[in-house]
């Protein structure tokens, strides 16, 4: 190799050493464990994720161990700016010393600053005891605190590949979308610290893994490897746009036929009878484009993102294979944060209804189903992106407010398929609670089924629907709203969501 002018060879030589010290990750074994299975390691899980070529390190020379354990830096996705941080497990488990800490604050202020989407790959065991050559932390920046301060701003979503403990697990519950493994788990102590705090003994699957995680609502999705974890948040950011001060962004409009004749085959006309909400999504989306975002948690409720003529929609539905898919308290967080995110980045909202009500009984009363159930309707009424309401077949009592049936609750359409039903409460249920005798009875009953009519006639919704034009009627909602909602955009006055 020519030598270098001006002397830089010996001083560029001494760079490049340091950074393979700092990129050579932990020993040799520990490595080669990381990879049993088809797993990946830190850098690894970076190239997979990120576009080939794109990923520039920051903070490599930070600490005195490879990377401080957790791999930082700028990358594109789809050719899009993304900030992207990885906990290395080969690097003493992943965890997190104050030069980690310092590289995650930097990340979320980066990604704050330049508003770009931050992607956060865990597998770490927590903040670790200080060494003996590390400064004390003292007074510094709390990356958990930043990473706060950018929901609402900028797409934030989590990828758990193993074992996820303390202070780094947090990043998932503060996330808008996260993922993680079958043999991942998730927990605010790890099987250790539980056993000397309470003596319990646990192993991390029973602990934290995706049985507990997705069923507590802690993360959102679980896939089988490393590469579909990392592939679901490259799709899932495809629906988002780079900041709050952007509209999502537009796919190739498939055209085609926009008659759904298939929805009367999917949708009885039975109120009574149970069917699959999810099926009557992907017929109205465009092919492909379904994207169902925590399907293991408050599965009353339904919800995910997807594309019609293009445009990326966040759609809520009710769940009529679960419990005639009543709103329970599970369901109602569920679809409380959902709308609150999709609000925040400019989605518009498609409610799909068909319920019997919010839950009744004892365990949901003792559970605080009308607290969750304000929640939601809270969360849907202070939106201020566009919103489209559809009831299929009913929807009844606060049911039906909490998914943005009520008139003059801004939205674009409010739609409605013919023989649907409305009301305080069936009239099955009304019956009992006003002790009518059969002439009653028969008018409650002949009242519900005309509800439909009587409540177009007196526009409380804007009109009644053949069903297979409903993808029709949502392309128009979308054309007449894409104006307002694609104008130059500010964040909403109310930032953020809670987890």
């Not at 099987?191 to 507990?212: C, N, Q």
């Given at each position: ?62 600490g ?67 060494r ?47 993922v ?12 250790p ?24 609502g ?14 679901q ?66 599965e ?85 992106t ?51 005798d ?38 128009v909602?979308?054309?007449?709203s ?5 104008d ?12």
């Amino acid at each position: 190799m020519a030598e270098l002018p001006n002397g830089w060879g010996p001083i560029l030589d001494d760079l490049a050493e340091r950074r393979a010290a700092a990129a050579a990750m932990g020993p040799p074994d520990r490595l080669d464990r990381q990879h049993d299975g088809g797993r990946l390691d830190a850098r690894q899980r970076i190239a997979h994720l990120a576009d080939a070529g794109s990923f520039h390190e920051i903070g490599a020379l930070v600490g005195d161990l490879p990377a401080d354990g957790f791999v930082a830096g700028l990358a594109t996705v789809d050719g899009r700016p993304v900030g992207v941080g990885a906990e290395d497990f080969t690097v003493l488990g992943g965890s997190i010393g104050v030069g980690g800490t310092a590289k995650r604050h930097r990340l979320a202020e980066l990604a704050l600053q330049e508003r770009h989407p931050l992607l956060l790959l865990l597998e770490g065991a927590g903040h670790r005891p200080p060494r003996d050559n590390e400064p004390p932390a003292g007074r510094r920046p709390n990356d958990l605190q930043a990473l706060a301060k950018l929901s609402g701003r900028v797409p934030v979503a989590v990828g758990v590949f193993g074992p996820s403990a303390g202070h780094g697990a947090l990043a998932a519950p503060l996330a808008d979308f996260s993922v993680m493994t079958a043999t991942a788990a998730i927990f605010a102590a790890g099987p250790p610290l539980v056993k000397a705090a309470t003596g319990e003994e646990v192993d991390k699957a029973a602990l934290g893994g995706p049985a507990v995680a997705l069923a507590s609502g802690v993360v959102h999705n679980e896939v089988a490897t490393d590469r579909e974890a990392l592939d679901q948040l490259r799709r899932w950011l495809g629906y988002l746009p780079r900041s709050a001060w952007q509209a999502p962004p537009l796919s190739a409009d498939p055209g085609g036929d926009d008659l759904r004749p298939e929805l009367l085959e999917i949708v009885p006309s039975n109120h009574r009878t149970p069917y699959d909400m999810i099926r009557a999504v992907v017929a109205l989306v465009d092919a492909g484009s379904w994207f169902e975002v925590q399907p293991r948690f408050g599965e009353t409720l339904i919800t995910g993102l997807a594309r019609i003529g293009g445009d990326p929609v966040a759609i809520v539905a009710n769940q009529p294979n679960v419990r005639a898919g009543s709103i329970d308290s599970d369901a109602a967080d569920k679809g409380a944060t959902f709308v609150s995110m999709a609000d925040g980045f400019h989605l518009p909202l498609l409610f799909l209804t068909d319920n019997p009500g919010v839950l009744a009984g004892t365990a949901a009363e003792r559970s605080g189903i009308l607290r969750h159930a304000a929640r939601l309707f809270a969360a849907q009424s202070r939106a201020t992106t566009t919103k489209v309401q559809v009831t299929f077949r009913k929807a009844y009592g606060f049911g039906s407010s909490a998914m943005a049936m009520n008139p003059f609750d801004s939205q674009t359409l409010n739609l409605a398929f013919p023989g649907v039903t409305f009301g305080a409460m069936p009239a099955a249920g009304a019956d009992a609670a006003t002790n009518a005798d059969a002439v009653g009875q028969a008018s409650l009953r002949a009242a519900e089924l005309a509800s439909g009519y009587r409540s177009a006639a007196g526009f409380s919704i804007d009109d009644l629907i053949d069903p297979r034009q409903l993808r029709q009627a949502l392309r128009v909602a979308l054309r007449t709203s894409a104006a307002r909602r694609r104008d130059p955009v500010e964040p909403v006055a109310r930032v953020g969501r809670l987890p």
